[in-house]
């Protein structure tokens, strides 16, 4: 897991969702979402996004 910036700590701490890009293959982008509810629990889920 990767260090986060400043930024996206405040957004975090916001109740925000941070999106890491992990690679391109093709036409399709894989990624991580991850966000941190107010208790502290940390929600992550992997996904793809491709084009057309």
Not at 10 to 31: D, H, L, P, T
Not at 38 to 44: E, L, P, R, T, Y
């Amino acid at each position: 897991m990767t260090k986060l910036d400043e930024t996206e700590k405040w957004i975090n701490e916001n109740n925000g969702i941070v999106v890491s890009k992990r690679k391109i293959e093709g036409k399709c982008m894989f990624y991580n979402a991850t966000m941190t509810t107010n208790d502290g629990q940390k929600i992550s889920q992997k996904g793809t996004i491709c084009a057309e």
